[in-house]
T-cell receptor
Framework: GQNIDQPTEMTATEGAIVQINCTYQ??????LFWYQQHAGEAPTFLSY????GLEEKGRFSSFLSRSKGYSYLLLKELQMKDSASYLC??????????????FGTGTRLQVTL | EPEVTQTPSHQVTQMGQEVILRCVPI?????FYWYRQILGQKVEFLVS????????KSEIFDDQFSVERPDGSNFTLKIRSTKLEDSAMYFC???????????FGPGTRLTVT
């Protein structure tokens, strides 16, 4: 089965750093994705990790530990526009040609002044 | 920048009616997906499509659902006889052959009354 856990809500201050955690138990693993979703809009791709370690992309970084089934998304220098839901998604272990993504429920981040 | 487009943005239909949701994936992508998101819930996989056939489908994707790629650009999702519980945001997504990230369209909000 697939189980992906994220905190439901987080609040942080503009200019600060926030870390959003994701733990997963899935039948196989072939990569973890982070997406940003503003209310009423589509998910937009942020990052992809398939090997252990940290991937940095501007103000956003994502970390993966496959042995612990754990990832986090780190957002630096928070801006008001970063208020959104952040979705953790896992690509399953079988190498189907068009393998799906399984999403967590998402973490709603509110950035305050 | 190329993007996935979807029409209509909002569709209201009566229970038992057929609806067709349309998507134009990114032009050089070969893998296509439909997901849905019931209000306040997580994004759920419906079906993946590659090489003119269904690659995988979820339990949600029962006999009432079908997908088609009628020409070289469009990708459609048909619901034959809509139910109240089909009310959701339906997202189309596509990806290329090199990278695994999926790019989502803006969605069609389906309301079944």
């Amino acid at each position: 089965g697939q189980n992906i856990d994220q905190p439901t809500e987080m609040t942080a201050t503009e200019g600060a750093i926030v870390q959003i955690n994701c733990t997963y138990q899935t039948s196989g693993f072939n990569g973890l994705f982070w997406y940003q979703q503003h209310a009423g809009e589509a998910p937009t791709f942020l990052s992809y990790n398939v090997l252990d370690g940290l991937e940095e992309k501007g103000r956003f970084s994502s970390f993966l530990s496959r042995s612990k089934g754990y990832s986090y998304l780190l957002l630096k220098e928070l801006q008001m526009k970063d208020s959104a839901s952040y979705l953790c998604a896992v690509r399953p272990g079988y190498t189907g040609t068009a393998s799906k993504l399984t999403f967590g429920t998402g973490t709603r981040l509110q950035v305050t002044l | 920048e190329p993007e996935v487009t979807q029409t209509p943005s909002h569709q209201v239909t009566q229970m038992g009616q057929e609806v067709i949701l349309r998507c134009v994936p990114i032009s050089n992508h070969l893998y296509f997906y439909w997901y849905r998101q019931i209000l306040g819930q997580k994004v759920e996989f419906l079906v993946s499509f590659y090489n003119n056939e269904i690659s995988e489908k979820s339990e949600i994707f029962d006999d009432q659902f079908s997908v088609e790629r009628p020409d070289g650009s469009n990708f459609t999702l048909k619901i034959r006889s809509t139910k109240l519980e089909d009310s959701a945001m339906y997202f189309c997504a596509s990806r290329g052959t090199i990278h695994y990230e999926q790019y989502f369209g803006p969605g069609t909000r389906l309301t079944v009354t």
